[in-house]
């Protein structure tokens, strides 16, 4: 059996971990950086345009930027969110981009290794050794390190084998197909728009989406309902829209978490982020900024740790987290819980987003990720509007 050391191994190379690995390495810290061969998630890959300028990512990694959303009430009706004419929905192939940002971390000096982890254990100075194997087939490789960060996924075998509770973890299930598509169909899609569709029969208590890629687009969904087709919606949606005949480049599907998890450190030297940790948007199910944004978070926590050796510093990762993006996460989790329980709230959700006011608060948010507090009036015609909704009154008009 080989034996290598590190200062920090990190088990999970998307963008959590492809970013936790290479803040990392710029500072000077030997990074291993474990992956999988050949995963890709599921994931309509939305990046608000801030992802670029807080992470330096190159304009070039985008395959798409789409102007508008249209948001798909069960009745069918449909309502356009124009983004605006400086801003954008940038669109990523996670299989690229992700790639990008592990060779990234390379080239800050963080080791690339290609394996699977399978545990921990720890030797006779009380340090972990992190066990792998490059397959199955292959012997088991152990690498000697000082913390251990887990970026392996929303069912972490780091979190669930070292966090307590970390397997209770509630998520929803993704499936999405990636396809070959046309510019427009008679049918209803159009290459320059998101579509995100709430209606019970596509997912009884999530959302479907058709994004635009460029040559491709992603039609998914998700659904935390045990027995409900996911891959039937996709097949309803591709018919709906015209988009039967297109060629399937892949298929995917993985767990989206819903809720970030309440500790992300055993308090000693493991530490968790991106899906591990919980860390997507609720209502949304957007992840990658929130993953790189957590992935850097708790790089700074490793580079705390490393240095002082003080397993406290650790716990100050998920603390200046939540302290940052916990009220948005707050919000829509409430937001998923009410209006996406039944098809009569989806349809009274829908109405709502035809409010100028939402449209541009909701946008703002998105493109700052932030609550945006500048126009205190329109927050108050927003709720008052939204009260209307809740109880079945006639929307207030602003």
């Not at 992802?51 to 249209?70: C, K, T």
């Not at 000096?109 to 006779?124: K, L, N, P, Q, V």
């Not at 209770?168 to 159009?190: L, N, Q, W």
């Not at 890629?213 to 949606?237: D, Q």
């Amino acid at each position: 059996m080989t034996e290598t050391e590190f200062d920090i191994v990190v088990v999970g190379g998307g963008p959590a971990g492809a970013t936790a690995a290479h803040d990392l390495a710029s500072k000077g810290h030997s990074v291993l950086l474990l992956d999988r061969a050949g995963r890709i998630k599921p994931c309509g890959g939305a990046v608000p345009p801030r992802l670029l300028e807080d992470f330096d990512v190159p304009v070039s990694l985008l395959v798409a930027q789409a102007r508008s959303a249209r948001m798909v009430a069960p009745s069918g009706r449909a309502v356009d969110m124009p983004v605006g004419d400086t801003g954008y929905v940038g669109m990523v192939d996670r299989d690229v981009f992700d790639e990008w940002l592990r060779e990234r971390a390379a080239s800050a000096g963080a080791e690339r290794r290609t394996g699977t982890f399978d545990h921990i254990e720890r030797d006779s100075s009380n340090a972990p050794v992190v066990y792998y194997r490059e397959d199955r087939w292959s012997d088991m490789k152990k690498i000697r390190t000082k913390l251990v960060i887990g970026a392996d996924g929303a069912r972490s075998a780091v979190a669930r084998q070292n966090i307590e509770d970390a397997d209770k973890m509630p998520c929803v299930f993704a499936y999405h197909e990636v396809i070959r598509s046309p510019e427009k169909t008679e049918e209803g899609f159009d290459g320059a728009r998101c579509d995100v569709l709430y209606q019970g029969q596509l997912s009884p208590d999530f959302y479907a989406w058709i994004f635009p890629h460029g040559s491709t687009s992603s039609v998914g969904v998700g659904s935390a309902h045990k027995g409900f087709s996911l891959r039937g919606a996709v097949k309803e949606m591709r018919e709906d829209f015209g988009l039967r005949q297109c060629e399937t480049v892949r298929r995917e599907g993985a767990p989206i978490p819903l809720k970030p998890l309440k500790k992300w450190d055993n308090g000693r030297d493991v530490i968790v982020a991106g899906d591990a940790a919980g860390v997507v948007a609720p209502a949304s199910g957007e992840g990658i900024y929130y993953a790189m944004t957590g992935g850097r978070i708790v790089a700074e926590a490793a580079h705390e740790f490393v240095v002082s050796a003080n397993p406290a510093v650790l716990k100050q990762a998920r603390k200046r987290f939540m302290r940052e993006h916990g009220k948005v996460f707050f919000i829509l989790r409430m937001m998923q819980h009410f209006w996406y329980s039944s098809d009569k709230r989806r349809e009274r959700f829908v109405d709502m987003c035809a409010d100028k006011d939402v449209q541009q608060l909701t946008w703002q948010a998105y493109m700052n990720k932030r609550l945006v507090r500048a126009k205190p009036m329109a927050h108050i015609r927003i709720f008052l509007k939204d009260c209307a909704h809740l109880l079945g009154l006639k929307a207030v008009k602003g």
